[in-house]
T-cell receptor, first 115, second 111 residues
């Protein structure tokens, strides 16, 4: 148990529906990352927050994707008007940035299936 | 272009044997390199982190090496166990805190 939790663990939705995922990082961690991983591939970076500020967004993050971390604690990732290509594992990770080598601790992921 | 390539793509070994996984990268400017173990259906778990000045780092039966000149890293697993069966992912970050993930090596340890 790494301490990062994600909810739900699995989500099945129909194309065109909106979905929202939640990530609860390790409590004192100031950085939070979202990744997407498809089968047989390594994780792809989507975005990251330092405290409540969203510092970086990948070009993979289309206008249909939005992430928030309103109080610098938990974060949500929303996908609007889902498409079949959105089917993937969505991973959240958190870290405490005090040194250059901050370790990212990953959650178990949310597996999204878009029908 | 910043890239991380891993080899082999998959590997099957007998329990108790050693194996070595490779990671080549072109990420620049380099900050650090991490190896993660990812069990099927779960998030990655950190094994080692190495900065530019570190050549080797061990974590139990896992030993990672780094050659920053040739931009190569290896992960050596000693006396493999069935529980080592997983994907091993190499991640390189640059000084701007961008993370570049390899596609992983899928390791299967058989009895």
């Amino acid at each position: 148990d790494t301490g990062v939790s994600q909810d739900p663990r699995h989500k099945i939705t129909k194309r065109g529906q909106n979905v929202t995922f939640r990530c609860d990082p390790i409590s004192e961690h100031n950085r939070l990352y979202w990744y997407r991983q498809t089968l047989g591939q390594g994780p792809e970076f989507l975005t990251y927050f330092q405290n409540e500020a969203q510092l970086e967004k990948s070009r993979l993050l289309s206008d249909r994707f939005s992430a928030e971390r309103p109080k610098g604690s938990f974060s949500t990732l929303e996908i609007q008007r889902t498409e079949q290509g959105d089917s993937a594992m969505y991973l959240c990770a958190s870290s405490l940035t005090r040194q250059i080598t901050d370790t990212q601790y990953f959650g178990p992921g949310t597996r999204l299936t878009v029908l | 272009k910043n890239q991380v390539e891993q080899s082999p793509q998959s590997l099957i070994i007998l329990e108790g044997k050693n194996c070595t996984l490779q990671c080549n990268y072109t990420v620049s400017p380099f900050s650090n390199l991490r190896w993660y173990k990812q069990d099927t259906g779960r998030g990655p778990v950190s094994l080692t982190i190495m900065t530019f000045s570190e050549n080797t780092k061990s974590n139990g039966r896992y030993t990672a090496t780094l050659d920053a000149d040739t931009k190569q890293s290896s992960l050596h697993i000693t006396a493999s166990q069935l529980s080592d069966s997983a994907s091993y992912i190499c991640v390189v970050s640059d000084t701007g805190n961008q993370f570049y993930f390899g596609t992983g090596t899928s390791l299967t340890v058989i009895p």
